[in-house]
């Protein structure tokens, strides 16, 4: 129902496979669309294949070459033994899976309460308090890290989870997307529901959370990303290995492994890294783009 | 940021007046903000004022002493070569990497605006997908590919016969190749805002230009690209403001180097007051001066886009 004008308006992209053909640039003909396309894609993919086929790589086959080469001649699982056990990559894993799921947990959560607030609720200073979550969106990180840092190591919370995590629980994208949503849902249902003596609170998790499950589960995508991809203040939050999240992690794996030219075990490590993300966008891959293209169109 | 306009907009209407008695202020909103003012007020809006005041102080490297110096640090960054450097290689890397990324997007956007009858979800795929590709991440594939030995890029090069350079280690190839690292991270984001742009553009503009005799590039020209004008200025923003905060590839591909050749501002922020000796009150107002540049440049935005409104 109210899903429909949202994914009206979201939909720009279509449903990406299924979409209408247009007929606009018809005179190409087809087959030169898809070489180009074959090739672009591949190109654009390349650093991701490359390093996925390394990771399966024997070690001397690598140095042994005369020229790099694409495929293994024999295919290994040794590289992923190595970064698994040669350095704390289990912990690095564990370390972002546990950062990314708070971080992303708190930002779902209080983007829900603070989205609905704004969306239903007439108070006092509203217009002005949401001018200030908006204002926020422009304040580059540059301005506000070497404070954090600040404030975080005074606490005590340098090379802790609270230190990688509290900083973030919050999202001023969050609440303006999920508040837009909100937004959209018919208004009269608010109104019934008050009638029949449904409490905002109620309201919120019986009937506001289930209809906008595509808004929410659209930005915990983004959040999760967002978290786990994280690199700057991991990077100078920790210093202790056993806090180091996987980001950080990959770094110093490569510092120490480059020295033995070891790329296959460094290969397997970025494919650890990256592997949740890329989960994510082949299982949300819609989902992704069109959040992305809708906040180009809303420009 | 890019929604900010709108948000504003959307914040001043309100319900209809016929309605409006019936609402009262609800105490209760302030229970549903606080998480979120709670965390905004500590980490971004507090930041802000420490930031400046920290800028005007010089900080003890050790123990957190702090002596209030005005605009010393300020004065003596506009004075040194290095800060002028940083602000150079900011720049260059700006021009290296905004045409460009927009440039290949925008073709690729054309091509895969182009209806096709199957496939067009695979080739979607592979050119989306450094979306969710990490800074991180991003350097770690590249300096396979950029090295000398056991990398691919010289490899390929060598094959059109062209002896490939010492890519970071020298100081133009360097900056080079985190601009080409940054344009590939930024490339899925720019073609699927791209291709939104493009769908948008009504088809009739297309079939009259079609009848008129006009060929493919000629609509491109003439239909395309001024239709899009308003999707490229968002996207020059957008992508300048990143270009100005490339940091991740550079720590891991070049650390800054060689020499000071890929030390871009906020490189020179994190190692003035992260590597080594501390200089905190030089960081912020490296910071400072950095952030004031990006605010104003997302203003810029914020004003272009009432243009934007009447192009549709």
Redesign the interface.
Known sequence: MSTADVTATGDVLGDTEHVEPRGRLSRFGEIPVHISLLIVGLIVAMPIIIALFMSFTPLPEIVGRANPKLLPDTWTLENYDKAWTASPFPRYVLNSFVQTGFITLGQVLFSVLAGYAFAMFDFRFKNALFAMVIGSLIIPFELTFIPNFLLISDLGWANTYQGLVVPFLASAFGVFMLRQFFMSIPRDLYEAAKIDGASDWFYLWRVMVPLSKGAISAFTIFAFLGAWNQYLWPLVITNEESMRTAQIGIRFFLVNQERATDWGAIMAGAMIVMIPTLVVFIVAQRQLVKGIAMSGLKG | ????????A???S??PPHRRHR????????F??F??????A???????I??FR?SLNRVAPFG?KELFVGFENYTRLLQSADFWNTVKVSLWFMVGTVPVGIGLAVA?A????????R???????????????????????????Y?P????FN?WLSLIGVDGPNWLNEQTWALVAVTITVV?RQ???NV??A???I??ID?NL??AAKVDGA??FK??WHITLPMLT??LF??TIVNV?ISL?A??EI??LTDGGPGRATTNL?YQ??VD??VGTHF?GR??AQ??M??IL??AI??IQFRG?GK?VHYQ
Do not use: C
């Open positions: 940021m890019a929604q900010t306009m709108e948000g504003k959307g914040a001043t309100q319900a609402r009262r202020y609800n105490r209760g909103a302030y549903y903000l998480p979120t003012f709670l965390i905004l500590i980490f971004i809006y507090y930041p802000i420490e930031s920290l957190g690729i054309i091509l895969l605006s182009v209806p096709l009858k496939l067009s979800g695979i080739y979607r795929t592979l050119i989306f997908v450094p979306v969710v590709i990490s800074s991180a991440i991003a350097g770690v594939l590249f300096r396979l590919l090295n030995v056991v990398g691919f490899h590939w490339l899925g984001f699927i805002i291709l939104a742009g769908q948008q088809d297309y079939e060929g493919v609509r491109i308003p999707t968002f996207l403001i905060q940091f991740g720590n891991i906020v922020v994190f007051g992260f905190v960081a912020s910071a400072f950095l952030a990006i605010i997302s203003f886009l934007r």
